[in-house]
């Protein structure tokens, strides 16, 4: 016997209020999905198929429902006499079929994103995908005039991502406790301070943990760590009105929340934290499309500028960004497009199964070389072989206006550079590991700039020719290592190294401890400084101020290195 006081009737009053707040409540959590999803609401994010599929069902099942009730109607159910028969009809009859619809319509949303998928991959787009990249080669001129090192507008860092990341938790000093440092958006940018170019690496103070957020949110954070990765210096920034959209911030606050409810239709690539040549922090947003059916084929096609203390955006196509920022183009996906432009030329099938015609691949990975304010993805080009140690050229792209470039310098691969530095005996002792090394030109030379570390702290510079290795040289510094290579590639008679002569009277001199080497100035040469090695002439060994001299050297980028030296009467 069934209780009727425990049946709802289906067309009662109470029956309508309880499918009312189930609908309520359904919607209620499909917005709380992507208020903590934060996918792209684009026909371009497989994410959004489904999620419309669930934000169209339950209209979907009342029409349905509809159909049903006006045109197929059922004479149990609208019978006056209700029972458990009655329920069982209504359940395993219209209930039933409008599952197995929906289950239908589920399962072809699901079909529609794989096929779409599918359709969008390399195999069928090689062509395409080969071109997203335009790929211009460049002279040798061209090289030594953009990778110049002698023009001293190059900045090299002499400590990497890691060593910079230890000097900014040592900075933390009192506000460890509640902030912690960001080593995934620890963004290596070049900022003008006082008419100097210089190089830092920068990351925001996030919040230490759930209740630190809850306290701070509305207040932010209390600045930034920028540690100057040439100098090794490291310093705590304090932000007026602090930084308050973070990605340890909560509700509104949070710093994709905060982006993706004003732009809910955007594809977005790695957030990156910069900052302006006044100290002003900004969240730089590179966006993108799809191009290749609509889940593949990604190509960058904008930027979004966000004001961190205050929350203001604004979007720019490629171009029009302010002039401090740095990159407006994702590495990682620039790297992707150098491989695409390299591998498939001559289309798919050549690639893979066929002749392997013109097939070269960018080396296994990149570095950055930063000047005026432009930030270059650098990697040299090999054959798809893994065991090739050889490179035919180089390819730097201009993350900032995507031009790429192609230099076709034949010489060793970058890992095979590290290679040769790191069997040298001491480092070997040392256990020291090698950074990933960088192209420039060094007096003609193309040449990859590598340090050697430990876990701790910097311990070498080091400089290696590309074309074969052969000629390298280590120092404690930069300035030590750049002297001893250009000793190195005067005696193998490379380079572009030219000899100077020049009378004058000494007016200071620092003697460098541990180095036997003397750094001296000439009345009237205030703006140089002249280095000496004191073997090389008794009158170097004993130069005083006062003395009238007679030297040839070679001009550096930073200091002029005396080749002879000698006292005059």
Known sequence: MIDRQNVINPKSKLYYLYWTLGVIGYYLVLFLVYYFGLFSLSFYSPYFYFYLFFLLLPIVYFLINFILWRFFPNKEYVDDEFNARTKKLEFSGKNLYIIKVLSLVFLGVVGLVVILSIAGT??????HLSKQLTITDGSNQEFEETFSYDSNDVKLPIIDKDLAFRLAEQTLGNYGAQYTVNYKNFTIISVVENGEEKLYRVTPLEYSGLFVAMNKMTQGSVGYIKVNVETQEASLVEVEGGIKYLESSLLNYDLKRKVRMAYPTKLFNKFSFEIDDNGK???????????????????????????????????????????????????????????????YKNGFFNATIGAKKDVFRTSEGYNYFIKHGHTYYVSCITSVNSNDQTSIGFIAIDLKTKEAYRYLIPGITETRARDILMLDESVKAQRLDATWPILINYRGVPTYFVTLKNDVQFQLACLINVSDGSISAMGSSLHEAAKKYESLLSEAGKGEIESFELTGVVTDILFREGANELDFRLEGIDNEYFVVNISISLDARFLKPGDKIKITYQKSASYNYVLSLEKIK
């Not at 390399?122 to 062509?127: L, N, S």
């Not at 190509?299 to 004001?307: A, H, K, L």
């Open 281 to 343: 922090p900004y969240w730089v947003i590179p966006t993108y499309k799809n191009e290749c059916v609509l889940f593949q084929g990604a190509n960058s096609n904008g930027t979004i500028v966000m004001d961190a203390c205050t929350g203001e955006m604004n979007y720019y196509n490629i171009g029009e960004e302010p002039a401090f920022i740095d990159r407006v183009c994702d590495a990682n996906l620039v790297d992707k497009q150098a491989t695409y432009a390299l591998k």
């Open 122 to 127: 390399t195999i069928f787009h090689a062509k």
